[in-house]
Every structure is written in C-alpha cells, then in structure tokens.
C-alpha cells in the first residue's frame, strides 16, 4: 500500500540559512509526488511536483526538491528561509490506479526565526 | 487562487444535526474532492467526484454522503452528524484526467459539533 511519511513534526530554521523538510514514501510503482504549503487559516497551495525526468524540481517561492528513487525520499529544500516561509508543508504521493487521489503525509510545521 | 469557493467558512451545530457543506467552482475542472484536517492526521479522503453524477469513497467516507449535480457544485452532507466529525474541511479541485495534475484547495470550512 501506498504512504508517506514526514518524520518530523517540526523544523527550526534561522532566516537566511538553508532549510530542509524530509519526506519518504513508499508504492509499488513510479511515484508521483506533491509538495503543499499551507498558512494559517487557508487551504493547501501546491509548490511542486515530480512526475518522470530531472531528479530536481524548481517550484513556487524558491522551493525545490530532490527525488531520490533508491532512498525513496522526496525532500523539500530552499537555499535561504524567509521568515514569511514559516507555515505547515504537506508531502503527498498519487496514490495508484485511482482518480488521481492523493495520499498525505501528516504535515511538518516550519518555523523559521529572524 | 483557483476559483474555490467553500461555503459556510464557519459553523457551530449540535450532535444530530444534519449538515451541509458547499464547494463551488468556477473553474469547469473535472474532478472535485472532500477532505478533512485532523492534528496529527494530515489531510484525508472523504469522497471525491470525477464526473457529474459520478462520486466515490475514499479514506474516511463513514457517516458522510455527497452528490454532484452540476460540474461546478460539490455538496458534502453528513447526515447525522457526531462530535467525532468535529473538524476542518476542505474541498479540492483538478483538471484533465487528474492523476498528473495539482489538486487546488478551497479555503475550508471550520466545523464545530457540540
């Protein structure tokens, strides 16, 4: 069955460092993988995907992630955080032979200090 | 921001109470989904819809019903409704054939049953 995991509940960052928010999944096939961000009192805005090609993929606001197939990990990155990235970052993965449903990992609050 | 619209953003009920929630859409996308937000669950299926008329479980679909009578409108019912279904709800969209493309999220609807 497919999942994701996002193993920490919270990231601490200074404002100008680089940040990272983990995620690894698990399917039986090619994966299909989402970031979301999502700030207080609004719905979920997609950042990023991957799909199929380049194992780096450049998204909204800076953002970008790294697919690594044989870690099976899907991890956010941003060279320098901006306090206004402090928000809840949600992985996600397709789940397989479905209407294009998607399953979450339970969200990774980023809290990026000045 | 996709063209979501969730309606109330706001409610307060009591156990036993039907209830219904509204997304509208003025985007003509396909395929339009229920979730709701937990602490610690991350974001979970309740029903989706892939066609008018055309609707389907997902995760969490216990105690809820929807129906989807015109491309633009999703209604999300809970028929009886409990404190356990006490939460957030969001509603999603996408295009094509959903399974490549980025769901779009409503702003939510804060549901409170006492």
């Known amino acids: 069955a497919q999942s994701v995991a996002q193993p920490e509940d919270q990231v601490n960052v200074a404002e100008g460092n680089p940040l990272t928010v983990k995620c690894t999944y698990s399917v039986s096939g090619n994966p299909y993988l989402f970031w979301y961000v999502q700030y207080p009192n609004r719905g979920l805005q997609f950042l990023l995907k991957?799909?199929?090609?380049?194992?780096l993929v450049k998204g909204s606001y800076g953002f970008e992630a790294e697919f690594n197939k044989s870690q099976t990990s899907f991890h956010l990155k941003k060279p320098s955080a901006l306090v206004s990235d402090s928000a809840l970052y949600f992985c996600a993965v397709r789940k397989e032979r479905s209407q294009g449903n998607l399953i979450f990992g339970k969200g990774t609050k980023l809290s990026v200090k000045p | 921001d996709a063209g979501i619209t969730q309606s109330p953003r706001h409610k307060v009920t009591e156990t036993g109470t039907p209830v219904t929630l509204r997304c509208h859409q003025t985007?003509?996308?396909?395929?339009m989904y229920w979730y709701r937000q937990d602490p610690g669950h991350g974001l979970r299926l309740i029903h989706y819809s892939y066609g008018v008329k055309d609707t389907d479980k997902g995760e969490v679909s216990d105690g809820y019903s929807v129906s989807r009578s015109k491309t633009e409108d999703f209604l999300l019912t809970l028929e009886s409704a409990t404190s356990s279904q006490t939460s957030v709800y969001f509603c999603?969209?996408?295009?094509?054939?959903?399974?490549?493309?980025?769901?779009?999220f409503g702003d939510g609807t804060r549901l409170s049953i006492l």
């Open positions: 991957y799909i199929t090609g380049d194992n």
């Open positions: 985007e003509n996308h396909r395929y």
């Open positions: 999603a969209i996408s295009d094509g054939q959903g399974e490549n493309q980025p769901q779009h």
